[in-house]
């Protein structure tokens, strides 16, 4: 538009120019004919005048549109330390002969490269670490777990970053070590530059957002657990958890994130065990936060691969939950306990709007492998690692004590991955 005002501009000039020329409309010996040489600088005039208007519309050059700002995320599930699978570290540590009493690093070490490829990668601690109390890890038919604090460096040089603590053993061995645990766990994320949350030394700390930058993008993170396997925190200790029923401190805690932060990743450590159908207490509690303003959740708990969704806000946008992600690592022997989920996604910023979308959504299905009813040589597999040969192989038919599904094969690891796993959201290929 600016470059046909300039043109108009000139052809007006250009007609007064002729008006005033001083070529005389009754003869026509002159029509069309320059009789002097002053009459030259009409068409160099209004050459003039039309650069001149075309510099005078010139926009300013118009400045790049900054790049979207990219977080990819990984997580995984109940990081659940069996008697089997902390004895499995302590073979482990002997075969290495370092002088180590555990050496957990082998149970992992065929997903590291999908932690590792993570800008930000979290795990949800389900045991605690009191090194004043005995390592146990429901031995003896009590579900009472406490592990040793190697498991901490091995899951930290993994590749984790972020540790969620609000599950249902805090109080395995009281409020003491507890508070023990949490110390430690925050002594290792000074050490190693590590967001910990779920379990607070108090009010104040619960109520302290943690939020972690990354590549730009501010990221929160909050946690919540359902119950406390019929514990309390004793009325006098400053401890605390936030529950899943205190929906007046949820949508307080997600709004101020949201309001600190691009994006929100709540845990959710909710539903019940060994179950593989979300409830409806949990659908309706994951569309509230979503609406709060959460962006993502990771549920955990079941001890099983859930489905996952999207769930749209009421302004159009939407978040997506993993209702559970099922087990990381675990000595269980039901087959439905050893096949878990590794979450991935992407959040963006936009450049322009530097509004946030949860993009590249996937999942990688993970199996818990070990070789005998002892639970020997025991690792974590992604799905693209697994074989039909191992399957047939699995120990879980021998062990003990045996659960009600004992039997193992590759169809069966397809099958409790095509029930609980949506086509649209599995990466088998990772």
């Known amino acids: 538009m600016k470059v046909k005002k300039s043109r108009s501009f000139a052809a007006v000039l250009a007609t007064v120019l002729l008006v005033l020329s001083p070529v005389s409309c009754g003869n026509t010996k002159n029509v069309g004919k320059i009789e002097s040489t002053d009459s030259l600088e009409a068409p160099l005039e209004q050459s003039s005048a039309e650069t001149h208007a075309g510099e005078l519309t010139t926009e300013p050059p118009t400045k790049p549109i900054p790049e979207d700002k990219v977080v990819h995320v990984c997580a995984a599930g109940d990081n659940l330390i069996h008697y089997s699978v902390y004895k499995n570290a302590e073979q482990y540590a002997a075969e290495a002969g370092n002088g180590a009493a555990y050496d957990f690093a082998p149970l992992y070490e065929n997903v590291r490269y999908i932690i590792e490829d993570a800008d930000v990668a979290v795990l949800n601690q389900e045991t605690i670490i009191s090194q004043s109390n005995e390592i146990r890890g429901a031995n003896g038919g009590a579900l009472l777990f406490n592990s040793p604090p190697e498991v901490a460096d091995a899951v930290i040089d993994l590749g984790f970053d972020v540790f969620t603590m609000a599950n249902n053993h805090l109080l395995d061995f009281g409020a003491s070590a507890l508070e023990e645990s949490i110390s430690f766990w925050n002594g290792k994320a000074i050490e190693n530059n590590l967001t910990v949350l779920g379990a607070y030394l108090n009010e104040e700390d619960a109520n302290n957002i943690r939020i972690r930058e990354v590549n730009g993008v501010k990221i929160a993170f909050l946690a919540y657990a359902e119950h406390l396997n019929g514990n309390e925190i004793p009325y006098d200790s400053p401890l605390r958890v936030v529950m899943t029923y205190e929906e007046d401190v949820i949508e307080r805690q997600i709004k101020e994130a949201s309001a600190q932060a691009d994006a929100v990743i709540v845990s959710a450590h909710w539903g019940v065990d060994d ?58 022997t039901d087959n439905f306990n050893l096949v878990g989920e590794i979450p991935e996604f992407d959040l963006v910023v936009d450049g322009e709007t530097n509004e946030l979308t949860v993009e590249n959504v996937s999942c990688v299905p993970t199996i818990v492998h070990y070789d005998d009813g002892n639970f020997s040589n025991m690792r974590i597999y992604p799905y693209s690692k697994y074989t039909p040969e191992l399957a047939a192989s699995h120990g879980i038919p021998y062990a003990i004590p045996q659960g009600t599904y004992n039997t193992f094969s590759w169809d069966i690891v397809n099958s409790i991955i095509e029930e609980n796993i949506p086509e649209e959201f599995r990466d088998l290929d990772r």
């Open 275 to 332: 179950v593989q159908i979300v409830n409806p207490e949990q659908i309706a509690l994951a569309n509230k936060m979503v609406n709060w303003g959460a962006d993502v959740i990771l549920g955990c708990h079941t001890h099983t691969a859930e489905t996952m969704e999207w769930i749209e806000r009421d302004d159009g946008t939407r978040g997506f939950v993993y209702y559970s992600m099922g087990n990381f690592i675990c000595a269980q």
